[in-house]
């Protein structure tokens, strides 16, 4: 039996970038902030671990990369996780010992095969300290290819919790339609949506989504300054001229029927906190459901191939 209410924060803040063991700590203080202040799950910013590097371009061009951009995101990859890993392990302690159902972004390092690749992944942990789950981002967006690999649908994750089925998709998947149906087709409750982007036309994709799902959003961004960047990094000239401010957030949480529950953060860190009536779903699906008695699947049909894709496989 599902609980009737929870409550949810989202942070906004921004880690050391570059620095997976700042970006922990910064996990620990704020999860026990959100605890002690009532909080069942907690959703922090897309790659928290170890941060976004916003305006670098890791020395690239079209046809050219330098040592320079090679060097940093050899950096990158150092501070990027492995899962399950010893950081995924501090995070299980983590939750374990508030109680909270965790929802964190990371760079997750592929440990199958040639392990050179990374990915932005959403990580879920427990209250019982385990790693319930993780998603891949499908499609990394514009020149964020150079950073990160494509993830497959077996990572089309949805958990089950007392609160409902909690899922999600990364930044701009959520223009994807049929990812998003993908996700409204396994029942998603609670649709959180980690973003590294703070325009004013993300606000009204929340919105859009939340209508369409008929679920709670919650929308977690960094909140960045150039403070927030190693002065050492090779490629530190990339941002050297760019305004003290990188990413004003944006944070928000909305209701089922696409009403803000927490108005958007902007310009600064925090925590947005609030109390989801889970009763409200089944009210406002009443008359929309699109998974349901508005999906006509004698006209429309989606296939979703949630096989993991192995690039190699050996035989016997």
């Given at each position: ?18 620095d ?60 990027a ?26 760079v ?16 879920y942990?427990?209250?019982?300290g ?32 007392p609160f ?5 998709l ?13 996700m ?64 004003r ?9 696409g ?13 947005l ?34 096989e ?9």
């Amino acid at each position: 039996m599902n609980q009737n209410h929870v409550c949810v924060a989202v942070v906004q803040s921004a880690p050391v970038l570059f620095d997976k063991l700042s970006s922990i700590d910064l996990i620990v203080s704020k999860t026990k902030e959100a605890a002690e202040r009532g909080a069942q799950l907690v959703v922090f910013p897309e790659v928290f671990i170890p941060g976004y590097p916003r305006g670098l371009t890791f020395g690239t061009r079209v046809g050219s990369r330098n040592d320079a951009g090679r060097s940093d995101w050899a950096r990158y990859w150092d501070s990027a996780i492995d899962i399950p890993g010893a950081e995924t392990k501090l995070l299980g302690d983590l939750a374990q010992e508030t109680g909270v159902y965790l929802v964190v972004g990371v760079v997750e390092r592929d440990r199958d095969y040639s392990q050179g690749t990374l990915y932005n992944t959403i990580l879920y942990i427990g209250p019982d300290g385990q790693v319930l789950g993780k998603h891949r981002k499908l499609v990394p967006t514009g020149s964020e290819r150079l950073l990160w690999g494509q993830g497959d649908g077996s990572t089309l994750t949805v958990i089950d919790t007392p609160f409902g089925t909690v899922g999600g998709l990364i930044c701009w998947e959520n223009y994807m339609p049929l990812a998003r149906m993908a996700m409204y087709a396994q029942g998603v409750d609670i649709f959180v949506t980690p973003t590294a982007d703070s325009r004013d036309t993300w606000q009204a994709t929340l919105q859009h989504i939340a209508c369409e799902g008929r679920c709670y959003v919650i929308s977690s961004n960094q909140y960045v300054t150039k403070a927030s960047y190693p002065a050492d990094l090779a490629c530190y000239d990339d941002i050297e001229h760019d305004d003290v401010i990188l990413c004003r957030g944006g944070s928000a949480i909305v209701g089922p029927l696409g009403e803000y529950i927490a108005e958007p953060l902007y310009n600064e860190e925090g925590i947005l906190l609030a109390t989801l009536d889970l009763s409200r779903i089944v009210k406002s699906r009443f008359d929309f459901d699109v998974a349901g008695h508005y999906s006509r699947p004698d006209v429309f049909q989606l296939t979703v191939n949630t096989e993991r894709k192995d690039i190699v496989v050996f035989g016997k």
